[in-house]
């Protein structure tokens, strides 16, 4: 770790320097900051080796939020052939890991144009412990601009794998993101209070949303998207504890989703307040998905939650071309009763039981207007026509 905050000390007094991870090793490190707001801008880090997350309590320390942390940059590239490996089964688990460090291990990173390498040392056994209760992201950043991350893999984090927090304008391709299907809480992607987001060809697999974009996000603009094992693509949830959430301009298109938990969602709490506003799903292929469409206005994470008359408003919602297989339901819209969802559209949807079952359900709406442009498949005669009467809304003020 010392001698990646070293390579990092001297990059940073240097506009478009490179930070060179090397192929053919791996990189026991620690949590470390790669900080600004006084580093120079466009600084790439070269990822072509291996880093590796510790498995020990000591290593760590009391409640971690991150693992890789770049925080305040202006312009910072993050690419390579190389591998982010989080070792995040002990966190899962709490159980040691199966496939501990090999031989050639080793504690060096080269910096921008500097011969800089620690000399090798061995690591040393480590213990099994009871992990620290708030598991870490694998990658984070935050407060940055014109970030881009391409190229490298990105493995079994202990929680989410990638994160943007309060970015303006970033760029994600190419990457992939592997983690089993029943780690838990392993988003793909997390998108939080970031605008002008970018994600394209990229492979997610994990255990929970391939991409999750919460409060505060507008502008992104997903396609060419491979998502499964995983919990699919959401928006949300939102408004948890009768915070005030804003999602605006969404796009998610040409996207193939096989074995998840859902396919597109959107997903608030009751006692919220702001909206969601400008969505598109276009061309989502499904393959053996349990719930293709869903809104979800009365998220709750636990067996009860309290009623609330309050909502995040809903509004401009488009599914089209949303094509492929499921195996629970079709379709899931259950909207406010006090703030219904508004203008949803419906064009060109085909969903297909994965095989006939006796406990397979038909498509359900709740308090949903819009319009259908297609017939679909199946029918989807639950969506009322047009726009709820004036007197049937409760004001919301809190809107964005």
């Known amino acids: 770790m010392q001698a990646f905050e070293a390579a990092w000390e001297a990059a940073c007094k240097v506009e478009a320097s490179t930070i060179l991870?090397?192929?053919?090793?791996?990189?026991?490190?620690g949590p470390v900051s790669f900080s600004g707001p006084f580093c120079q801008p466009n600084i790439v880090f070269?990822?072509?080796?291996t880093v590796i997350?510790?498995?020990?309590?000591?290593?760590?320390?009391p409640g971690p939020f991150q693992w890789l942390l770049f925080t305040k940059l202006r312009g910072i590239t993050i690419q390579g052939s190389?591998?982010?490996?989080?070792r995040g089964s002990i966190w899962w688990k709490d159980s040691p890991l199966d496939d501990p460090l090999d031989d050639e291990t080793k504690f060096l990173i080269p910096t921008t144009n500097i011969s800089y390498?620690?000399?090798?040392?061995?690591?040393?056994?480590?213990?099994?412990?009871?992990?620290?209760?708030?598991?870490?992201?694998?990658?984070?950043f935050y407060g940055s601009f014109n970030v881009t991350v391409t190229g490298i893999k990105i493995l079994n984090s202990p929680q989410c794998h990638l994160k943007f927090d309060n970015c303006i304008g970033a760029e994600v391709y190419n990457i992939s993101v592997l983690s089993p299907g029943d780690s838990p809480n392993t988003d793909g992607i997390h998108l939080q209070n970031s605008k002008d987001v970018l994600i394209h060809g990229t492979d997610l697999a994990c255990g929970d949303d391939c991409i999750s974009i919460q409060t505060g996000c507008t502008n992104v603009y997903i396609h060419n998207v491979n998502c499964g094992p995983g919990h699919g693509i959401s928006i949300g949830s939102l408004g948890k504890d009768n915070t005030k959430a804003c999602v605006s301009n969404i796009t998610v298109r040409d996207v193939v989703m096989h074995n998840t938990m859902n396919g597109v969602r959107i997903k608030t709490w009751q006692g919220g307040s702001g909206s969601v506003q400008g969505v598109l799903f276009s061309n989502i292929q499904v393959s053996e998905v349990e719930l293709p469409i869903v809104i979800d206005q009365?998220?709750?994470?636990?067996?009860?939650?309290?009623?609330?008359?309050?909502?995040?408003?809903?509004?401009?919602?488009?599914?089209?071309?949303?094509?492929?297989?499921?195996?629970?339901?079709?379709?899931?819209?259950?909207?406010?009763?006090?703030?219904?969802?508004?203008?949803?559209?419906l064009n060109k949807i085909e969903l297909k039981p994965m095989q006939e079952r006796y406990h397979l359900y038909g498509p359900f709406c709740w308090q949903t207007f819009g319009e259908l442009t297609t017939p679909t498949i199946p029918p989807i005669d639950c969506l009322q026509i047009g726009k709820p009467s004036s007197n049937h809304i409760q004001s919301n003020h809190d809107s964005c």
């Open 21 to 29: 991870v090397p192929s053919d090793y791996k990189f026991f490190v």
């Open 46 to 49: 070269q990822l072509d080796g």
């Open 53 to 61: 997350a510790p498995t020990s309590f000591k290593n760590w320390g």
């Open 82 to 86: 190389g591998t982010i490996d989080g």
């Open 117 to 140: 390498q620690n000399p090798p040392a061995p690591i040393s056994g480590e213990q099994s412990e009871k992990m620290p209760s708030m598991k870490p992201t694998a990658l984070r």
């Open 298 to 345: 009365f998220y709750c994470d636990k067996r009860t939650c309290t009623n609330h008359t309050s909502a995040v408003a809903l509004s401009g919602v488009t599914y089209e071309k949303i094509r492929g297989t499921y195996t629970v339901k079709p379709i899931h819209l259950a909207c406010s009763d006090n703030l219904p969802c508004v203008d949803v559209t």
